[in-house]
């Protein structure tokens, strides 16, 4: 398990608190962009939310069941296409680690496979950079500010030196 410590990982934090990608203040604004996605991961409830709005459904999508730490429930989700991990806020989990990388296994079938994460999946982001192909695009929420777009072949280097940073347990 990796883990983000308040004191000792305050840099990180930080790092983590800016767009790692393109920034859409409104998700209209990137509909052209997502369309366009060769591969498309959806990290968080707001985004795979919004996705499934303009009937536009990730490869995977990634939630928690809470948008802002309120509850939220994805009525558009086939129960056959879900899998689950448990990850505390703060960490990535081995658990989380394998369950992106069998969501990643199982995508190319043409469904949306959804990982519904016990705990926290805002760090998942991370290990889905490091772990898909560089045509990846993965979309999360920034909160309060919008929609973040960005390409895996531009974040790999950065993704691995955030995670170089966590503490490893």
């Known amino acids: 398990m ?12 930080s790092k983590l608190k800016k767009p790692l990608g393109k920034l859409y203040p409104h998700f209209e604004d990137a509909i052209e962009e997502i369309k ?6 959806s990290v968080g409830d707001a985004t795979f939310n919004n996705l499934t709005k ?5 490869d995977i999508g990634i939630i928690d069941n809470l948008i802002q730490r ?3 429930n994805h009525e558009v989700i086939k129960a056959e296409n879900i899998l689950k991990a448990k990850n505390p806020a703060g960490t990535i989990t081995d ?13 190319g079938d043409g469904n949306c496979h959804v990982i519904e994460v016990d705990g926290e999946e805002d760090l998942a982001v991370l290990p889905c950079i490091l772990m898909a192909s560089d045509e990846t695009t993965i979309l999360y929420g920034q909160p309060n500010e919008g929609l973040v777009l960005l ?7 950065y993704a691995q030196n955030l995670i170089d940073t966590f ?3």
């Open 2 to 13: 990796l883990r983000l410590d308040a004191e000792l990982n305050k840099d990180t934090i």
């Open 36 to 41: 366009s996605s060769e591969f498309l991961i």
């Open 54 to 58: 303009y009937e536009l459904y990730p």
């Open 151 to 157: 390409k895996v072949c531009d974040a790999k280097d």
């Open 70 to 72: 309120k509850n939220h």
């Open 95 to 107: 658990d989380l680690w394998e369950t992106i990388g069998q969501a990643m296994k199982l995508s």
């Open 167 to 169: 503490i490893k347990e």
